[in-house]
Each structure stands twice: as C-alpha cells, then as structure tokens.
C-alpha cells in the first residue's frame, strides 16, 4: 500500500495529467520536488492500476480518465472537511426515512458517520463501497441502484443505473458533485453519473448536496442540476464568504460544517 506522502503525489500526479493530458519526467520531478527515480516509480505504479499510460520520459492520461480521480485519491484530499461535511449531514437523517446516498468521498464520509441508533432507515446507493460500509449495520436496510460498474468510483451508472431509483419515492438524496455556480448550476466530471444524480433528484422529495468549498464557483463538464432544484448545500468553514453570498441570493439554502462535534452523533 502506497504511503501518505505518495498518495498525495499519485493525486497530484493524475491532476497535471487531467489539466494538461500528458507531462514527461522532468516537469513532474520540477513540480512535485522529487527524484526523477521517485516519478518513475509513481508512473509504474500509477499504470499497474490503470490510470495513465507510460510514454518514453512522461505519461499519458487515459482519455476517459482526464479529469477525473479515484475515489481513493479525492478522499485524501480536504479530508477534514469532507469528514464535517458528512457528520452535519449524517446527524439529519431521523428514524424512518428513506434516503438516498450518492457516491463520493464525502458522501462515504456520511455514511461513516451515520448514527449508530438509527432505526428503519432504507439506505439506498449507487456507491458498492458506501454499501459495504453499511451491510453490517442494524437499523439500516441498505438497497444497490444496480447498473454498470464504474471501478474508478466504484459507482454503479447506466445501463441500467436508474431503473430502481423509478421505482423509490425517498426523503432525502445526498449527493456528490465537481462543481456548484449560480448560473451553471450543479455540475459533475462524467456524465454518466450526472444521469444518476438527475434520477436521484427526482426520486426525492428533497435533495442535499456535499460539496467541500474547493467545488464552490467551479463548473464541471456534465450538468446535473440548476441549484433552484436543490433544496440545501452543505460546505464547509474554508468557503469564500462572497462566494456564499452570491449562492444564497441565487435561491440557495447553505449550512456551513465547522465543527467536528457536529450533531452530538454519539
């Protein structure tokens, strides 16, 4: 298993490589402020899982994969946040209700810290991590979408995707996205799970989105949602306060996470 440190350069590696589609050796060595051995090493490593393709001095981003990271590389990013983020959500979930939780790092971080004294609570997901996650759990019923497996996020999307979700008429949606702006919306990198996201949206009676304040203002390639159709944002204390402001008086409802006794879960 590949250390901290490395992790991060992994990440940081795959984000030069979305940005830009190809770097070589001695740009990745100039960036990240290592040996050209140790980018070697994180280019062989990265390739053995699929993520780019090795070219002589430098690599290649698979096409499918630009822009987009494994879920076990987002979660090392603005980990603190996303752990808030996902308390303050995980603490509105009451006994009773059907829910339904997207894929994400910060979705996972919801599901993690959903209380352990809930009852009769129908979980339903996309994400086969966030199921494995809660297959133990007493109190939960835990539903998989079904559709077709997306490794990269471990998400199941379509063919196939949205069927099940026709058939739930849920509470709550918690959903993940790539982007949040007032005038384009709710954005995410793949379009394939912009069409679960859109399914979820209908499926619920109220939608919840994640988004840590680095998603603030940004705009992905798939549109999911103007954010008059999202009920509530929750980010967390990094966001810019202007920021903020111009999403509220787009229509939409903010709760900032700033604590991590948020929601006294325990």
């Known amino acids: 298993m590949a250390s901290f440190k490395a992790t991060l350069r992994h990440q940081r590696i795959l984000e030069i490589l979305g940005e830009k589609g190809q770097a070589s050796v001695a740009a990745l060595v ?20 699929r993520l780019l393709v090795r070219t002589r001095g430098g690599a290649l981003a698979l096409p499918e994969k630009r822009l987009e990271m494994p879920v076990e590389f987002t979660s090392q990013t603005m980990a603190d946040e996303k752990r808030k983020i996902g308390r303050l959500a995980a603490s509105m979930v009451q006994n009773g209700q059907t829910i339904i939780i997207d894929v994400g790092s910060t979705t996972t971080e919801m599901a993690k810290a959903l209380p352990t004294d809930l009852s009769d ?18 109190g939960l019923s835990v539903v998989v979408t079904g ?27 918690f959903l993940g996205c790539n ?5 384009r919306g709710v954005t995410n990198t793949n379009l ?21 304040h680095t ?25 810019d306060t202007k920021v903020l402001a111009d999403l509220r008086a787009s229509g939409l409802s ?10 006294n879960l325990q």
């Open 192 to 212: 394939a799970e912009a069409e679960i996201k859109q399914a979820m949206i209908r499926s619920a009676a109220k939608s919840i989105v994640l988004a840590d």
């Open 147 to 173: 559709g077709t497996l997306r490794p990269l996020q471990h998400s199941l999307v379509a063919p196939l995707g949205t069927v099940l979700l026709e058939r739930f008429n849920a509470d709550i949606a």
């Open 179 to 183: 982007g949040v702006d007032t005038t």
């Open 30 to 49: 100039e960036k990240l402020d290592v040996s050209g051995v140790t980018v070697r090493e994180d280019l062989k490593h990265l390739e053995s899982q």
């Open 254 to 263: 903010i709760e900032v996470a700033d604590s991590d006794d948020v929601g």
């Open 121 to 138: 609570v129908i979980v339903i997901t996309n994400a086969l991590n966030i199921a494995l996650l809660l297959e133990n759990r007493t």
């Open 215 to 239: 998603k603030l203002g940004c705009v992905a390639s798939a549109f999911v949602a103007d954010i008059t159709a999202v009920g509530l944002l929750l980010t967390d204390g990094g966001a």
